[in-house]
């Protein structure tokens, strides 16, 4: 996601969209990062199933720590006991998620470098087979380490309470009414996630 698409991304949106187009001129320019490391990817992802932003930001740095730096690998990980992955915020499940995927890495089970090829359906198929790997974790893992565009997490809590509070539905918006929502935003329906995050935390603050 180069500069050049963002922008593009975001005067389709504002175009198509008046709330949208709210979010952007609050928020700003879009920060969205892609991080090419798919194991890295994966198992923050998995690190951050069912947390808040701020408790998995807070395990992440811990996990970082105890890795001893970014480069996080298949290999490494399977040097961890699980004792050590609990110490630092671990669940048990989430524990053996990711070593369990290290371990099918390392065995050439799972070829996350090839993805890259393959389109949004192959590669959700494919990760979901991994232990611990949802829907939703598969959608991080697109939008955040392939830097696929048009991605839509609608099962993700933070996009359900964006929706509902700045296109002020009066009960909990459905995924029936996210995805009629959100036909407009295509083909960048990743840059507007984006956007529902950051907008989710203006509600909070009170500046929306």
Same mark, same amino acid.
């Given at each position: 996601?180069?500069?050049?698409?963002?922008?593009?991304?975001?005067?389709?949106?504002?175009?198509?969209?008046? #709330?949208?187009?709210?979010?952007?001129?609050?928020?700003?320019?879009?920060?969205?990062?892609?991080?090419?490391?798919?194991?890295?990817?994966?198992?923050?992802?998995?690190?951050?199933?069912?947390?808040?932003?701020?408790?998995?930001?807070?395990?992440?740095?811990?996990?970082?720590?105890?890795?001893?730096?970014?480069?996080?690998?298949?290999?490494?990980?399977?040097?961890?006991?699980?004792?050590?992955?609990?110490?630092?915020?671990?669940?048990?499940?989430?524990?053996?998620?990711?070593?369990?995927?290290?371990?099918?890495? #390392?065995?050439?089970?799972?070829?996350?470098?090839?993805?890259?090829?393959?389109?949004?359906?192959?590669?959700?198929?494919?990760?979901?087979?991994?232990?611990? #790997?949802?829907?939703?974790?598969?959608?991080?893992?697109?939008?955040?380490?392939?830097?696929?565009?048009?991605?839509?997490?609608?099962?993700?809590?933070?996009?359900?309470?964006?929706?509902?509070?700045?296109? %002020?539905?009066? %009960?909990?918006?459905?995924?029936?009414?996210?995805?009629?929502?959100?036909?407009?935003?295509?083909?960048?329906?990743?840059?507007?996630?984006?956007?529902?995050?950051?907008?989710?935390?203006?509600?909070?603050?009170?500046?929306?």
């Amino acid at each position: 996601m180069d500069g050049s698409l963002l922008e593009k991304a975001c005067r389709s949106l504002r175009r198509r969209d008046a #709330v949208m187009r709210k979010a952007i001129k609050l928020v700003g320019p879009c920060r969205i990062k892609v991080d090419r490391s798919g194991f890295r990817m994966l198992v923050r992802s998995i690190v951050g199933q069912q947390l808040s932003t701020s408790a998995a930001a807070t395990i992440w740095r811990r996990f970082l720590e105890l890795n001893g730096g970014r480069r996080v690998t298949p290999k490494k990980m399977l040097s961890f006991r699980q004792n050590q992955l609990r110490k630092i915020g671990f669940s048990v499940a989430k524990c053996r998620s990711v070593l369990s995927i290290a371990k099918s890495a #390392v065995d050439g089970d799972v070829r996350l470098s090839e993805f890259i090829h393959c389109s949004d359906e192959e590669v959700t198929s494919e990760l979901i087979k991994l232990r611990g #790997v949802g829907p939703w974790t598969a959608q991080m893992y697109l939008m955040f380490s392939l830097g696929r565009t048009d991605v839509f997490p609608t099962g993700d809590l933070g996009i359900v309470n964006a929706i509902t509070a700045i296109y %002020e539905f009066n %009960e909990r918006a459905t995924e029936i009414e996210m995805l009629k929502l959100a036909e407009s935003w295509r083909p960048y329906r990743t840059i507007a996630s984006w956007y529902l995050w950051q907008a989710l935390d203006k509600v909070r603050q009170g500046e929306w």
